[in-house]
Every structure is written in C-alpha cells, then in structure tokens.
C-alpha cells in the first residue's frame, strides 16, 4: 500500500495524474445520489421546463462583478 508521505513527494503533475486515474476507476453505476439531492436537481429541472430560470452569459457575470470595483 501507498503511504501519504510517499504520495506526498510526488511532483504536483504526478500527484494530478494520481487523482485522474482514482477518479477515472470509479464506476458511476456504484455511486448513489442522496435523496435530496435529487429532489433539488427535479426542482430546478422543472423550473427550466417552465421557462422560470434565468441565464446569464460569463461576460455577463464578469462585468457584474467588475461593476462594483
């Protein structure tokens, strides 16, 4: 087995590539999405369908931000 200090002298490219190849072993069939969660993403999915969400563009949202400055 790995020890933390031993991932821990790995270069930030090698630790990088470490978390990519956890990350790409997990199987998204094993993963399970807490009840609550769900019911906010119907939520939102149902306001989208009614045409009751908003969106707004990046340059939008930058310029909001960099209005206050």
Known sequence: MIKM???LEL???E????IEKIWDSID???LTLPEAH???????????????????????IKNELNSGK
Do not use: H
């Open 28 to 30: 998204p069939a094993n």
């Open 15 to 18: 630790r990088i590539l470490m």
């Open 5 to 7: 200090q031993e991932i």
């Open 38 to 60: 769900a019911q906010e993403l119907d939520r939102r999915l149902s306001r989208y369908e009614n045409g009751e969400t908003t969106f707004f563009s990046w340059n939008d």
């Open 11 to 13: 270069s930030i490219d």
